[in-house]
């Protein structure tokens, strides 16, 4: 029968009667709390527990198996491949707290975790997401195999100040729109519709209406399984109007488009893959790099032998390069720059937080002000130099 009492340190002991061991010796699993009232709860909860079918007599459950444990929940529950193998990554991140029994794990261990990989130089927002984990992964063990949260009262080191995304000036712009290269066609799709990556990969000719001058995006490409998976949100479901440039853009790509559905392709017509898109990435950054800092030369033009007295080499990167994401980006940087109204451009964007798209205009604002704040200084210290 279950007991109550306090004890000298001034908690409350709740015990729960599991029965006798091997040897006919009565045993118990005691609950510690504040308060007579807490100590009842977490008792009642892990009766109700071993009334669901719990195995009081189950080995000692060690951190790492609440994070497979959390992993298993969530791929049940049908998240998306990329978001299973985030928490996967998560999990490796906390190695050095695996061995230690689940209910022996503390505050200070999670704390001192959290800080020697804020030591790495993690930003602030992947020290975040770790802790969120554990934090799940704990609170799903409560009351079958720990009493309380470890996680509750930590506090997640400033790490790495975030890299803000960035999007690209008018000079880069401009080296989108006039540099024929393979990738011309995904950069000025990205840049003028702001379709993310995986929605990129997915589009077919069949989404494209270039009288109407809309792209409708109903699916995008994981590139983990490669297979197609419906947007991460429902605004990521949407109807994307393009300009003018881009529309007359991808009609004259699409005249030279007859043997495959997507717009995106290999060389032989296949959907992209990941490697495609890095060998693509890599060579269009070269060919830029080639065109605009060294005049043209050929991309390896510098050339010296290696440890093994092979050949090779290629010209120093020296342009600012930009990654896919960046040219998102830059298409809601035009929108603002257009004038166009932030619940629009939330919806051609498929932001499902409107935080996000107005994270995006506020900086811009910022930067705008800024500039014209400049050139107001400018005028007046010309100003002043009139006699």
Avoid at 124 to 132: I, M, Y
Avoid at 279 to 299: C, F, I, P, Q, T
Avoid at 368 to 385: C, F, I, N, P, R
Wanted: glycine share 6%; with cysteine.
């Amino acid at each position: 029968m279950a007991r109550t009492k306090k004890r000298a340190d001034g908690r409350y002991a709740r015990q729960v009667y599991l029965g006798r061991d091997a040897a006919g010796n009565r045993k118990y699993k005691t609950f510690y709390a504040a308060t007579q009232k807490e100590a009842d709860r977490l008792a009642a909860e892990y009766k109700a527990a071993l009334g669901r079918g719990l195995d009081p007599n189950a080995g000692t459950k060690t951190v790492k198996d609440l994070l497979d444990n959390l992993i298993a929940v969530k791929q049940a529950q049908g998240v998306g491949a990329a978001w299973l193998q985030s928490l996967r990554i998560y999990s490796a991140r906390l190695s050095a707290l695996h061995a230690i029994p689940a209910d022996k794990l503390r505050t200070a261990d999670v704390q001192r975790a959290l800080n020697e990989l804020a030591e790495e130089e993690l930003a602030h927002k992947t020290l975040s997401a770790v802790c969120s984990m554990l934090k799940a992964a704990f609170a799903l063990a409560i009351p079958e195999i720990v009493q309380y949260n470890p996680c509750d009262k930590v506090i997640v080191p400033a790490g790495k100040p975030a890299q803000a995304r960035g999007w690209l000036d008018d000079i880069r712009q401009a080296w989108v729109r006039e540099t024929p290269h393979r990738a011309q066609r995904a950069a000025m799709l990205m840049m003028y519709s702001g379709l993310r990556r995986g929605e990129a990969t997915a589009l077919t000719w069949a989404d494209v209406d270039l009288e109407a001058r809309t792209i409708s995006v109903n699916k995008s490409w994981d590139f983990v399984t490669n297979s197609v998976k419906q947007p991460k949100t429902d605004a990521g479901v949407r109807v994307v109007h393009i300009p003018q440039v881009l529309a007359d853009f991808l009609r004259a790509e699409r005249a030279g488009d007859t043997d495959t559905v997507y717009v995106l392709h290999t060389a032989s017509g296949a959907r992209m893959t990941v490697q495609a898109w890095k060998r693509l990435w890599e060579s269009y950054m070269k060919a830029l790099n080639a065109k605009y800092a060294h005049d043209g030369a050929n991309v390896f033009a510098v050339r010296k032998k290696g440890p093994d007295g092979k050949e090779r080499g290629e010209l120093p990167m020296l342009i600012r390069t930009f990654t896919p994401h960046e040219l998102r980006h830059t298409f809601c940087t035009l929108l603002y720059q257009a004038g166009v109204d932030v619940m629009t451009a939330k919806d051609q964007m498929g932001h499902s937080d409107i935080s996000v798209t107005m994270g995006i205009y506020t900086h811009l604002d910022a930067q705008y002000k800024e500039k014209k704040m400049a050139a107001l200084d400018a005028y007046l210290a010309k100003g002043s130099q009139i006699v």
